[in-house]
């Protein structure tokens, strides 16, 4: 089978949806399966342009066995409303070229569409028709109910414009799949038949992550003493985060507690620098860069908690890379988000939820076994029970009949 993959983000972005496009155009190159993939240079979450790449070139590599085409994208320092449909609308352009050459080339059996950006789903679309392949587009997140949470634009014809091009575009589509049961419902009420609908949840690999029942070197090289509980952050600092809940939490915990937990934010993105001066005067709080893949796992193990920030954007959002790696090492997690309870259910030790009015939502009970730390009582057996609830539902080789393998995709787009 010849996959042809059209999406904003892809390796090797450590984070989001570029990881997850990545994992998968590998995972099928590596079954002998022939993966192209036309995505832009790695931006994400610096919103930077890497050394080595040409801001508006067109260039050819080849990752892991797939052939790669990167174009060109303009990458605004500042995301605003205005700049961030540049910034989508740009690939959605420069994707054409590429879209050409590559049905130049040769024919592909399947067009896989990652969205966001829904810009390059019309690219996506008229090049499986023009190819005679199946379109498959598969929503990581839904952009323009995102657009409309977030205030990134405020006019409300603008909205209802954008949300009658999302339904048509999506209707178009032979398969729409999606990474959570609540993603699924919103797709339906938007008009996408329920026989074009598949459930295809983020997955984790769990030889890479799991919790480790020794204490980590890490905390020795951060400097944190083992009965110190850590709240840890890992991924993009950007406005849909609310990270600036976890500032709050981290300086009420300064005024309630003799000592208070250590608040860990490790990523970039373009609020970062406002998270570090409004965090100026708080030495219960550190910024770390983004860890590499081959230590994210002992940095998971350093936390005894995981924040999640109560963004009303959250409502109808899986899972990111973070949250499920997060499962696999065992640590509990701070959800103040009500929506999110049914989400948590099956991994309900350790996690606790709690109004999201203020910043204490962000905030525990401070009896030793609440963090879950490395030393904290029955928190080995806690962490083990919760990673293993987790497996089931995640592992990325133990639910086929949910992933599109080959034969899967092939046979649920085989429609006319």
């Given amino acids: 089978m010849h996959l042809l993959i059209v999406g904003l983000n892809f390796a090797p972005e450590l984070t989001g949806i570029g990881k997850y496009s990545g ?31 040409a801001a508006w070139t067109w260039r050819s590599e080849t990752w892991q066995g797939c052939r790669v085409t990167r174009c060109p994208l303009y990458v605004p320092q500042r995301p605003t409303g205005l700049r961030r449909i540049l910034h989508l609308s ?46 498959w587009l598969h929503v990581l997140d839904l952009e323009v109910d995102a657009a409309f949470e977030l205030g990134f634009i405020r ?36 008009g996408v038949a329920s026989e074009r609908m598949m459930l295809f949840p983020n997955w984790v690999d769990t030889h890479q992550f799991f919790p480790m029942e020794k204490p980590v070197t890490l905390r020795d090289e951060l400097s944190i003493p083992i009965d110190r509980c850590v709240v840890l952050y890992s991924g993009s600092m950007g406005q849909k ?51 590499p893949a081959e230590r994210f796992n002992e940095f998971l193990n350093v936390a005894g908690r995981y924040p999640c920030a109560p963004a009303a954007a959250r409502r109808q959002r899986s899972r990111d890379a973070f949250e499920t790696a997060r499962h696999f090492s065992g640590r509990s997690a701070r959800d103040s988000d009500r929506a999110a309870r049914h989400r948590n259910r099956p991994h309900a030790c350790g996690i606790r939820h709690h109004n999201p009015a203020r910043g204490s939502a962000c ?31 995640f592992r990325c080789d133990s639910q086929p009949r949910r992933v599109p393998t080959p034969r899967a995709a092939r046979a649920g787009l085989a429609r006319d």
């Avoid at 209802?160 to 999302?166: G, I, L, P």
């Avoid at 209707?171 to 049961?181: G, N, Q």
């Avoid at 490395?374 to 089931?392: E, L, M, T, Y």
């Fill in 363 to 393: 905030l525990g009970s401070r009896d030793k076994g609440a963090c879950l730390g490395s030393s904290a009582p029955g928190g080995s057996r806690c962490r083990s029970r919760a990673a293993g609830a987790s497996i089931n539902g």
């Fill in 90 to 135: 740009s690939f959605g352009l420069s994707s054409i070229p590429a879209a050409v050459v590559q049905a130049a080339i040769g024919r592909a059996d399947l067009v896989a569409v990652m969205a966001p950006t829904l810009f390059s789903a019309p690219t996506g679309l008229a090049i499986a028709r023009l190819m005679s392949a199946k379109a």
């Fill in 155 to 190: 006019n409300r014809q603008m909205i209802a414009a954008a949300r009658k091009v999302e339904r048509s575009l999506m209707c178009h589509f032979d398969l729409v799949s999606t990474i959570s049961s609540k993603m699924s419902e919103a797709i339906e009420r938007k």
């Fill in 241 to 291: 985060q609310g990270l600036e809940h976890v500032i709050a939490a981290a300086r009420l915990s300064m005024s309630q507690s003799a000592v208070s937990p250590l608040f860990l934010l490790a990523g970039a993105g373009p609020v970062r620098a406002e998270l570090e001066r409004s965090a100026e005067d708080l030495p219960n709080v550190r910024f770390l860069p983004l860890q």
């Fill in 23 to 53: 994992e998968m155009a590998a995972w099928f190159a590596a079954r002998g399966h022939k993966v192209s993939v036309i995505t832009t240079r790695p931006y994400y979450p610096e919103w930077k342009r890497p050394p080595g790449f």
